[in-house]
């Protein structure tokens, strides 16, 4: 009945080894948190743009509203200091929207010049973002790959598992392999154990000498008094 056991360790065997191949698929980066990363600075950077086209547009409206003050004065001066206009009255009102249109411009040439940095930095930072951006991009396109690559791996070799398991179970005795997965079930994934010393390889017990005597005779069904595992000892082939 031995040759029986040894089956069903092969079994645990492979239980052990799906476990493990499914456990290691568990922990695989799948990349979705640089890709939240990614998705974050793609924002940020389009939020910048946004800002930048903004501050373009007023930059080139404040451009052509000076051109048209500029041109008002121009016009104003003229008639001041050309010497067609000579009442006092109106000289004094021609000098009144001088002084006010180069007010305005003054204002205007000043909202121009904090507009010409706020673009230099949000041009600088918006290069500075788009490195960093492909940078992550390039990152991320290396860790999907190699996520991927090993999905394929892990998912062959668990076909792989899974089919030498359909090879063995039928080889087994039904009431054995249900008793198997129901202890299985309680002890972590691990239903049978092979025994080579004096102590239970699952819990690490002392094996009582009369349960011994019984995987010296290789008896089917034995078990450890501690975890409640199938034990199995290997037969010793003269």
Not at 81 to 102: H, I
Not at 156 to 164: L, S
Not at 207 to 221: D, F, N, P
């Amino acid at each position: 009945m031995s040759e029986e056991l040894a089956l069903l360790y092969q079994v645990q065997q492979v239980d052990t080894e799906l476990a493990s191949l499914k456990a290691d698929l568990a922990k695989l980066d799948d990349g979705a948190e640089l890709t939240a990363e990614v998705s974050a600075a793609e924002n940020e950077y389009k939020s910048l743009q946004t800002q930048l086209h903004a501050a373009e547009a007023e930059s080139r409206a404040l451009e052509l509203e000076v051109k048209t003050l500029q041109e008002k004065k121009t016009k104003f001066e003229s008639q001041l200091y050309g010497g067609a206009v000579r009442n006092p009255r109106q000289l004094s009102d021609l000098q009144d929207e001088v002084t006010m249109l180069n007010r305005e411009v003054s204002k205007l040439e000043d909202r121009e010049l904090e507009l010409m940095e706020k673009l230099e930095t949000l041009r600088a930072e918006i290069a500075r973002r788009e490195q960093e951006l492909a940078d992550r991009r390039t990152v991320l396109a290396a860790v999907v790959e190699r996520y991927q690559s090993e999905v394929a791996r892990i998912s062959r070799e668990v076909k792989e598992q899974e089919a030498r398991r359909k090879e063995l179970i039928p080889q087994v005795e039904v009431q054995l392999l249900k008793r198997y997965e129901q202890i299985r079930g309680r002890q972590s994934n691990l239903g049978i154990v092979k025994v080579v010393g004096d102590t239970c390889p699952g819990c690490r017990v002392f094996i009582a000498s009369e349960v011994q005597k019984e995987l010296r005779l290789h008896r089917v069904g034995v078990t450890c008094e501690n975890c409640g595992r199938l034990l199995f000892r290997e037969r010793i082939v003269d």
